[in-house]
Structure formats: C-alpha cells, structure tokens
C-alpha cells in the first residue's frame, strides 16, 4: 500500500506543487497590497485564513475530482489495474494520497498562522464553520473522488461533492448553532458522532461497491446501486431529516415567561410583585416558535395574551427563528392582573382577569427598567436618563401618565413611600438610626446600623412584621419586629428583604446560607450545603434547615434547590426544576421525591416551576402541568 | 541455413531433419562439427523448442547425431553415408515413379506440368 | 514432449454479459502446462473479455475457473502469477523506464530485477528513457519485459506483435522462445496474424459467438488441410463441418477441406493443393 500511495503522490504532485506555491505565494502578496496600518502578522493570517476558508476547499476538490475520474480511465486500467494488487487498494490509495495532500495544505496554512486561529478576526459565522472544518474537508475529499470516478468526471464529482458537503454540514452548523443559543431538543453528540462515520465509513464502502460494479463489471444489479447511492446520500438524508425533526419539535415546545429578561430591575424597597407570586393561581406560559403567550390557570383555563404569528419559511432550512417573550405581573385589590409584556410586537401593557381575558391598554417604551409598585393604587416606575418616573394604574384614555420623581434613588424610593405605600407596609428608619417607625408603631432595634433603607413588610399570621439586620462587630443579626411592639433575635446571620430573602406564595419567608463543607485536615471545600432560614406564616422560624442529602440524591446544585412552601410539619422545595421534594422538618433527611416532567432550562433565571396555593405549576417541554402537593399529577394544557 | 517452410504439408521436425542431411550432403556440415543447440535453432526459426528437441532425438537415434565428452548433437561420421543414401534412395524413387508413368501412359509433357506446378508451388 | 498433462487452466461454463450482451457464453477451455495454445477470434469475440477474467480484472456471471491451481477472487494475486502483455500496453508517462520496473520489482512477488535489466539491453531498451517518451515498439519491448521479468508459469499475450514492425516482432516472438526454452512455460496467444505463430503454436482454439468451438492441433491445420477448385455443376459437394467455401468466381470455386476423410466425399476431378496457414485461419474464422 506504501508503494501505491507514493505513486499517486507522484501523480498528483503537479497539482500538489501549483496548491502549494500559490499559497506560499499569496503571503508576499498578501504583505504587499495590505493597508498601511495593518500589522504584517494579521495580513497573513487573513490570507491564510481565506486560503483555508476558500482556497483549500476548492484545491482539495480539484485533486480529488481529477484524481477520481482519472481511476476510471482505461489509462489506470493498463497501468494500474494490471498490477497484482486488489482494484479497490488501487483506489483507497489514489483517495488516500489527495487526503495526505490535502492534510498538507492544512496544516501549512495552519503554521504559516502560527498554529493558532486568528479568532479575533473571525466572524461569528466563522467560528462556528471551523468547528467542522476537518469533517468537512475529509467528506469533500472522499465525495468528491467517489463521485467523479463514479461519474467518470472530475467537474460533475466534484460539484455533487460540493453540494453533497453543504447539504450535510451546512444543517450540522445550523443545528449547532441553534441548541447552543436555544434549547437542545436534538441529541446532537450523537447524531454527529452518526454522520461522521456514516460520511466517512458510507462513502468508502459506497467506493467498494462501485469499485465492483465498474472495475470489476460486475452485475450492476438495481440492489448494489441503489445500496451506493444510499450510502452516499445518508449523511445528507440525516441531517436534513435532523432539522427537519427540529423544526417539527420546535414548534411544539413551551417555555415559561421569564420576568426580568427585558424588566431587568427587581423591585427593591417597594413592595411590587414578581411572576409567579402575586397570581399564584396561574401561570404565563410561551410558545417561542410562534411567539404565543398565554395565561393558563389551575383548572386549565387559558387566556390568550399575545396571539404570536407564523413562522417565515425560511424556518425549515436555517434554524427557527425564536420569539423570546418577557413578563412581570401585578394583581390589584380590584383582581385586575397588570401585565408589563415584551413581545414580538414591542411592549405593551395588558390588563384583565381569567374569565374576560387580556387587553392591551398602553404602549410601553424602550427602556430596561420598568416595574410595578403596588400600593394604595397600582403604578409602574421607570428609570430613565437617570431619573425615576411614575405612571399610576390603570391608565387614562391617552395612556399612561408619566410623572418625574424628584432625586436619586433613595429618594425616590422614599418619596414614592411617602405618596403611595399603604400604611403601615413600610417601615423607616429615624434619624438615630436605631428608631423603626411605621405607621404609627415604632420599634428600637439593638446593636448598629447594618443597613438604613426602607425596609418592607410581610405579612404574617398576626399582622405586618419586619425583618431587620443589625450588625454587633462582625458579627450579624437579623430581628423580627413585631406588631406588638416587641424586637426579638431571629437569625445569626445579615438577612433582609428582598436583598437575601425570598417569600413563598403561601407567605413564608425565608433565606438561604451559603456553608462550605470542608473536607478533612486539608480544608478543601467538598461541597456546598444550602442552609435555609425559615420564617413560617404563623411566626414559628426554623433555623438551619439542610439540604445536602437532597442534592446528593437528585444530583443537583446547591443553586437549584428553592422553597416552595412550609406548613406544621412539612416543608416542599423544588429541585432544579426537575423534582418536587417534600421533607420534614426537624428531619430533613426523610423526604419524599417526585419526578417533574422535563421542562427547557432557558438561559435567564426562568424558572419552570411556579408555587401557587394547591401545588406547583410546571411548564414542560411539550405541555403545562400540574402537582398537587402531595406529588398528584395533571396535564393543564 | 535451414529453411523451414510452416506452410508446407510435411511436419517441421521433418523438415528440420532434412535441412540437416542437406547440409551435411552439400558438405557444408562435417563430421565433427556441433548442431546449434535447441534453443539457438529455435529462436532462430521461431519455432517451437519441443519440435526441435524432436527433430534432434529422432537424427540421434538414426545415428546422424551422437554425444561426445559431454557435448551433444554432433554430426557424426555416418552422416554423410546416411544423407546421401537418403538422397539416393529418394531419387531411385522418383526415378521408378516416373518410368511407372510412363509405362502407364503419362507422356512427359505430364511429368513436366507436374515439375511445374511444384515450382509454383501449388502441391 | 514435455507433457505433464497437469492443467495449469481449466476454464468451465464461463459466461459473462455486458447489459443486455452475452460476450462469453457457456465457455470451456483447458490447458497444460508446456502448451502453446492460439486463440482465434474475430474482433469483439470475447477475446480480451476471456483474458480480463483469467486475470482476475472482471467477475464473471457464471462458471469456474482454476488458473494456476487458484480461481478468481479480486485480490489480484493471479496477475502476480501470469506474465500479461495487454493489447494496448501503458505506463505512467512520467516514470522512467527503470522506474516502471522498479515499481514492478516492489509489487510482484518473484520479481527478477537482473533478468529485466539483461532482457533491456538485450532488447536495446534505454532504462533511463521517459515512458511517456517510448515509440510503439518500445513500449512493447517494455511490455514484454514487464510480463517475463517475474518469470511466471503462465503468460497470457494480447496481440503482442499489432503493429510492429518487423524487427521488433523479430525480438518479441525469440522472447517467446527463449522463454519456452526455459521450460515449464505454458502461453496462450491471441493474435490477429496467427500465420506467423505458426512454428510456436501447439493448438488453435476458435473463439466464436463467446464459446470456445473447436481446437485444432497444428500439426492437423499444417498437413491435414487442403485447397480444392471444383467445377459447380459437374463436382458435387455439400458445405458443412470440415468443408468450406472459399470463393467462387463464375462457375469455378475453391473449397477449403479439412481433415482427409472429408476428401472423400467430394466428387473429384478437382485441383488438389496446400493451404497455407494465413489463408486456413481466415476460412477458420470466415464460417
């Protein structure tokens, strides 16, 4: 065989040589008709960068077309095929030279960079190309001297080669692309381990096949030439079925509405609300392929907010084009739902209930930065330019009326306070910083200063309650005042709402800690074990709770594990989406797992699962669910 | 020297032997004197190895050829007196066929048209 | 005679179609080792076919076939055993005469380099001359060398000696026979002027309608087949096996007789005279 491929090698090296010098040629080139303040370095390397992105490509055809349809010469039958080697090992070792040259090239032009991708330079197209680079010059090369000896012509093999290649990888790109910056839907690692082989081992067994049937004259039976086209045709056949699959799937996932992908601000020292919370009894739910957004509550009614549109029809070939929707909602005393929506369409602010449904009552702007207050009225606030504007709900005939707050944000918040907080849902601090005055009650808190903003109530069995940190040296303490009047020591840790504290939608309060376990003698840290700091609705805390079997045993994160709701003896949480955990308290090792369906984990901190009074809402992958807290499942929609 | 006519109805190997008698009957071959071997005979008249091996086997046998001190095929002393007795022999015959035509009504314009068809070669 | 009787080829059943044509077609054949055997055919009889088989370069349809004790199966180990001479030798143009025989010397297995050499020189064929460079006689010395430098058992000749001239072919067929000499060697020839084969030749085989019909020995075609002008009305005669017409002009034609037996059955009266090998080849092929 060494002999063999050495004699192509000679066959070729005209061609080989002409590749080569003009590569090396383009270098001087390159240097001299680059701008003046172009470094030398980058000229090259964008010459070279062409070479490998268009030159190569087209080289490696050119060798290999000529030197497949020059094995189908009668020429190669009198000099080649006489010789007491098996036709086909004449043939492995014509493809094998043109890939050992074309290698060549490659790897000159990756030295001539200095082995190293001039990835500043490259474009996003760019990079997501030469991640199939080699797969793709090794399919042109072994395509295009299959097809041109089949063909008996080099310019028909290589241009089915060519369009071969793009049919296969051109789907592969987009794919990729599309799961890297979307969801997985496809099992991509396999499927491309699948195309490789079948390009690479289909088309040499496709060369055996054809070997027979036109060296060897065998009977060319239907059978054995449609076997060969087949083998040839699977790996493109795959992978546009694969986008093909992609597209029909895609259409039919559901996603959750993630609240702050483009309402960024979470409120702070206000109450306002977030999704999921305030409307615990439904939940807002996405069609990214269509863009449709609708409300769905427990019972599986729906409500229709945004009705999307179809997709262009360029979707079946490049990957879909997705519809990222974003949300935030606020309930008033009235029951009317307030939504602020990014959609498609721009943004918009809906209202309504479940039973008349969702208008659009005002045009939003561009900004980044909206949120609801609630209060004696509901509003929004706004930043802009760095000033606060307010709106107050509902909106007029002509829309919203913005009015500008005075001062920074500390002001401002304390002058919205002032105007729009409902008594007694916000409490400040006096100038002593010791005093918590809010309406009419006050409450004197130990140790120092921690933090002097406004700080906001929660609403527990026995009234509005605050939690306060204060700081003693370094160490912390966060109080509970009450609405009797008395200060007691909850928790030894900095806590404040909503900083580090999160409410449940069955109002408890809690707050999670961070605690490296370490290992042994040598201190390194094994794992992280989430303590949570409860504070229940009938004022009972729990302090301490710990987490770490459950992680070990559903394989999560400290990260994804959050509360969903206590009551007397039991706590649920969620995992990572993926299971309902319900554990007692006082013994967290005995918990109870459920399994989720599986939902898409998107990109910005939305969350699939939604706590509402009943159980969890889950936004799957292919439907909306609900479960019951005693693990019970339903299929809403 | 020995000519060799493939298109001739008498076997090659015949037509080999009687080369050599002519030879040695012209006294162009003497006793003595080596054959060529096999080989050079054959490439030289483009003939079939196996055929000259006969052809020599059968002169050895007759006597016209015999072995000496490790060398083959030379003319041996009876060559002579064995070519010419098959001249002679052979002209006796031609002589005792003509007279028999003759003598049964063949004139010798007949015998001469024979002569000639064999010059042109037609028999 | 050096007859073994061992059959260095046995060919049964043989059939191969292209398409829709049968080319070879129920084909037996058998050969000895130390035979020289003729195959006579028409252009487009199945000729080259026959010999792409035997040398392993095509599949056949159906049959068997043993050739040197192996049979066929794409490896292309028999065309490391058979000295080929194809009908249109080629070499890569760019190698030097050495060079083709260089790369020979690294593919087949009983490659004898000094004898290549010796055979060029002896044959007056430059080893530094450009393949590509060579006229048609010496891409056939060429051709020759390459098939007899492996000294094989077998040699298979396509045409060896089309058109060259006469000193080539000069040296071809004394190639030939000095190979024979050697020994052990058995040749199946195909050649358009087997005439000039005619003191190699052991047997002539008629390749026909893709089978092989008859073999003649050659002694038989040179002392058993005769010329015979008749005249048409007055001698009767029936054309068949052994008995063909040569051509006619008036009233007079010329039959070609083979065999003596068959003398018998014409009424005679006739011309009576030698056909030279050429002239029995053609009515051979002519039927």
């Known amino acids: 065989m060494k002999t063999l491929i050495m004699l192509q090698l000679r066959k070729n090296s005209v061609s080989f040589r002409t590749l080569i010098t003009a590569m090396l040629a383009s270098i001087p080139l390159a240097l001299l008709i680059k701008s003046g303040h172009m470094p030398s370095r980058e000229a090259v390397n964008l010459a070279m960068f062409y070479w490998l992105l268009a030159g190569i490509p087209l080289g490696a055809l050119a060798l290999a077309g000529s030197s497949g349809a020059g094995a189908a010469k009668e020429t190669a039958f009198n000099t080649e095929q006489i010789l007491p080697v098996p036709q086909y090992t004449l043939l492995l070792s014509s493809l094998a030279a043109v890939l050992l040259q074309v290698a060549a090239l490659i790897l000159a032009a990756y030295a001539i960079m200095g082995f190293a991708l001039p990835l500043a330079e490259m474009s996003f197209e760019h990079t997501q190309v030469y991640r199939f680079y080699l797969f793709s010059m090794a399919y042109l090369v072994l395509y295009g001297f299959t097809l041109s000896y089949a063909f008996k012509n080099g310019m028909a093999g290589a241009g089915l080669a060519a369009a071969a290649a793009a049919a296969t990888v051109v789907p592969l790109v987009t794919m990729s692309v599309f799961q890297e910056f979307s969801f997985k839907i496809l099992p991509l690692i396999q499927l491309k381990l699948f195309i490789c082989a079948s390009a690479l081992a289909g088309g040499a067994a496709a060369l055996k096949i054809l070997s027979g049937t036109s060296d060897r004259q065998e009977n060319k039976s239907a059978g054995k030439l449609f076997a060969a086209a087949l083998l040839l045709a699977a790996p493109a056949l795959t992978t546009l079925a694969s986008l093909a699959v992609l597209n029909i799937e895609v259409r039919k996932i559901m996603t959750p509405v993630p609240s702050n992908w483009f309402f960024p601000n979470e409120e702070k020292y206000l109450p306002g609300s977030s999704a999921g919370k305030e409307a615990p009894g439904a939940v807002l739910v996405q069609k990214p392929f269509s863009g449709e957004v609708f409300m769905i509550d427990e019972s599986g009614r729906r409500a229709v907010i945004d009705p999307g549109t179809t997709s262009s029809e360029w979707g079946y070939i490049l990957f879909p084009n997705l519809k990222r929707a974003s949300a935030k909602r606020l309930t008033d005393d009235s029951g009317t739902t307030w939504i602020l929506y990014s959609g498609s369409d721009g943004r918009e602010l809906f209202g309504g209930n479940m039973d008349d449904g969702f208008k659009p009552r005002a045009k939003l702007g561009q900004t980044w930065s909206m949120h609801f207050i609630s209060g004696k009225v509901p509003g929004i606030l706004d930043e802009r330019e760095g000033s606060h504007y307010y709106a107050a709900l509902p909106p007029q005939k002509d829309g919203l009326k913005w009015e500008k707050i005075p001062g920074q944000t500390a002001e401002a918040y304390g002058y919205i306070a002032a105007r729009y907080a409902r008594k007694g849902e916000t409490a400040v601090f006096e100038k002593d910083m010791r005093t918590l005055v809010s309406g009419g009650k006050h409450w004197t808190l130990p140790d120092a200063r921690a933090t002097g903003a406004s700080v906001r109530g929660i609403k527990l069995n026995d009234g509005i309650n605050f939690l306060v940190p204060r700081k003693n040296g370094d160490r912390y303490t966060t109080y509970l005042c009450r609405p009797d009047g008395k200060v007691s020591a909850l928790w030894p840790h900095y806590f404040q709402l909503p900083g580090n504290l999160s409410t449940t939608p069955d109002g408890t309060v809690y707050g999670t800690l961070l605690t490296p376990v370490v290992s042994g003698e040598d201190l390194r840290v094994k794992s992280i074990d989430p303590e949570f700091y409860i504070l229940k609705k009938d004022g009972e805390t729990i302090s301490g709770v710990r987490t770490g079997r459950i992680l070990e045993k559903t394989g999560l994160n400290y990260e994804d594990i959050s509360l969903l709701r206590a009551d007397d003896s039991c706590l649920w949480f969620n995992a990572g989406d993926k299971y309902l955990v319900k554990a007692r308290i006082g013994n967290t090792e005995d918990f109870t797992l459920w399994p989720l369906p599986p939902s898409i984990k998107g990109r910005s901190y939305s969350v699939a699962v939604s706590a509402s009074a009943n159980g969890i809402f889950i936004v799957a992958k292919e439907g909306v669910y609900f479960m019951n807290w005693e693990g019970g499942l339903k299929k809403l929609f | ?123 | 005679m050096n007859t073994t009787n061992e059959a260095i080829l046995t060919v049964k059943g043989l059939s191969k179609t292209f398409g829709a044509r049968s080319v070879i077609n129920d084909l037996d054949l058998d050969v000895s080792r130390g035979e020289v055997v003729g195959i006579l055919g028409r252009n487009g009889s199945g000729k080259s076919t026959l010999f792409k088989i035997l040398l392993d370069l095509i599949a056949a349809d159906r049959g068997g076939v043993r050739v040197l004790g192996r049979s066929p199966d794409g490896s292309g180990k028999l065309r490391g055993l058979i000295g080929y001479v194809p009908e249109k030798p080629a070499f890569h143009t760019f190698m030097r005469v050495e060079e083709v025989l260089e790369l020979r010397s690294r593919l087949f297995p009983r490659w004898d380099m000094a004898k290549a050499l010796a055979l060029c020189k002896r044959l007056e064929l430059d080893i530094n001359a450009k393949a590509g460079s060579l006229s048609k006689g010496n891409t056939a010395k060429l051709a020759w060398v390459a098939a007899v430098a492996h000294n094989p058992e077998l040699l298979l000749l396509d045409e060896p000696t089309s058109g060259l001239d006469y000193l080539v072919r000069d040296h071809i067929l004394t190639g030939l026979v000095s190979e024979l000499a050697e020994g052990g060697k058995t040749i199946l020839i195909s050649n358009h002027r087997m005439g000039e084969m005619g003191g190699l030749l052991d047997r002539v085989c008629l390749l026909k309608e893709g089978r092989i019909d008859a073999g003649y020995s050659a002694d038989f075609l040179k002392t058993e087949v005769f010329r015979i002008s008749v005249r048409l009305e007055k001698d009767k005669f029936r054309e068949g096996p052994g008995i063909k017409l040569l051509s006619r002009s008036g009233s007079l034609a010329e039959l070609a007789v083979f065999g003596r037996e068959n003398m018998e059955k014409i009424k005679t009266g006739a011309e009576i005279s030698a056909m030279d090998l050429d002239t029995v080849f053609k009515a051979l092929l002519g039927e």
């Open chain 2, 1 to 123: 020297m020995i000519k060799i006519d493939i298109n001739s109805q008498t076997p090659i190997y015949e037509q080999i032997k009687t080369g050599f008698k002519g030879l040695v009957r012209k006294e162009l071959m003497l006793p003595g004197d080596a054959a060529p071997s096999i080989r050079t005979l054959a490439e030289q008249l483009k003939l079939n190895p196996n055929t000259v091996a006969r052809a020599y086997r059968e002169l050895t046998a007759e006597g016209f050829f015999r072995s000496k001190r490790g060398e083959e095929n030379i003319v041996s002393p009876l060559a002579k007196a064995l070519a010419d007795s098959d001249t002679k022999n052979l002209k006796t015959r031609v002589l005792e066929a003509v007279k028999d035509g003759l003598k049964n009504g063949l004139t010798l314009d007949d015998i001469e048209e024979i002569i000639n068809k064999i010059k042109r070669g037609a028999l």
